[in-house]
């Protein structure tokens, strides 16, 4: 099926370690967006790109670094990973924001 | 800045309740306005949506109406299923700025047999 997906699914990581967390979309959109879900705080945006080549800061961008490499992929990487980083991460698409976004089934990272 | 404001969770009803989960924004303009349900183990998925004042949304026998006066998006469904259980997430997109979505903390309903 079309959609957005996320790999992989669960991480364990040790402090400092790290990892990039991969996303793609087919459905040819223009904007994709990283969010991190912590419980009793919704959905933090932590960067987007509105299209190809282009990459902004969100709410809570510290510890994170984005590569937006062609249409489809968006990827998220940890530098040196902190256990405040323990979140689920989701990965969403847009063509445009007033159609609504497309999310992955995201990536539960722990940090330990 | 822009803000979306959910009641406190966690909801919990019996199967054929009626359901009300309140939403009230913060925004410049007039925001387009949105209801995400997550389903456990899952990712969010787009239940309905308002573009305009007074417009509803509905799906799913969910609906929405949005009050410019009141700056609120409440959902409601007359009749709730067990099926309905997950979290229900409300969202707004602003005019100006990047087409990006801000977020409410989210409501956890359970629905009981």
């Known amino acids: 099926n079309a959609g957005v997906t996320q790999t992989p699914k669960f991480q364990v990581l040790k402090t400092g370690q790290s990892m990039t967390l991969q996303c793609a979309q087919d459905m040819n959109h223009n904007s994709m967006y990283w969010y991190r879900q912590d419980p009793g705080m919704g959905l933090r945006l932590i960067y987007y790109?509105?299209?190809?080549?282009?990459?902004d800061k969100g709410e809570v961008p510290n510890g994170y670094n984005v590569s937006r490499l062609n249409k489809r992929e968006f990827s998220l990487r940890l530098e040196s990973a902190a256990p405040s980083q323990t979140s689920v991460y989701f990965c969403a698409s847009s063509e445009e924001a007033v159609y609504g976004y497309t999310f992955g089934s995201g990536t539960r990272l722990t940090v330990v | 800045g822009n803000s979306v404001t959910q009641m406190e969770g966690p909801v919990t009803l019996s199967e054929e309740a009626f359901l009300t989960i309140n939403c009230t924004y913060t925004?410049?303009?007039?925001?387009?306005l949105f209801w995400y349900v997550q389903y456990p183990g899952e990712g969010l998925q787009l239940l309905l949506k308002a573009t305009k004042a007074d417009d509803k949304g509905s799906n799913k026998g969910f609906e929405a109406t949005y009050r410019k006066e009141t700056t609120s998006f409440h959902l409601e469904k007359g009749s709730v299923q067990v099926s309905d259980s997950a979290v229900y997430f409300c969202?707004?997109?602003?005019?100006?700025?990047?087409?990006?979505?801000?977020f409410g903390q989210g409501t956890r309903l359970t629905i009981n047999p």
């Open positions: 969202a707004l997109r602003a005019l100006q700025g990047a087409q990006k979505l801000v």
């Open positions: 925004a410049t303009g007039y925001p387009s």
């Open positions: 790109s509105a299209s190809e080549g282009t990459t």
